[in-house]
């Protein structure tokens, strides 16, 4: 499931707003900003916060650093939990996705050097013994 781009980012793409054609701005016509990021989205349902944060972990193990995801989560404790985890393991946290519809939304970047958790426990740093 990806959620759509805002009405205002359709328009831009089609060179109109609500139908009127309009000369593209010199930032529109960047292909920077031509075409919007589109995210990954994970479903992460009802799931406690460490059930969430173990598949969430396997999830973006899988994606290449760089990538946007939305993360949908219902559980009370997610808004808290997930920008602590991401600080923990060094993924960028961006915040609740407003335009989101239903499920609460969160947004995080994938981080190209994450610090790893232990496999049974996300909530603690793997440690090296020596």
Request: contains cysteine; aromatic residues 4%.
């Amino acid at each position: 499931m990806i959620f759509p781009p805002p009405p205002e980012a359709l328009a831009r793409r089609r060179g109109s707003d609500n139908g009127t054609a309009r000369s593209p701005t010199r930032r529109e016509s960047s292909p920077v900003t031509s075409r919007p990021e589109e995210p990954v989205v994970i479903d992460g349902g009802d799931k406690a916060c460490v059930r969430l944060l173990l598949e969430l972990r396997a999830h973006l193990a899988e994606l290449a650093p760089g990538t946007l995801v939305h993360l949908l989560a219902s559980d009370p404790a997610a808004p808290i939990d997930l920008p602590a985890w991401c600080h923990l393991t060094g993924h960028h946290y961006l915040g609740p996705v407003p335009e989101a519809p239903g499920t609460p939304a969160y947004a995080l970047r994938v981080a190209a050097d994450v610090r790893a958790t232990r496999p049974d426990a996300p909530w603690h740093p793997v440690t090296r013994q020596n």
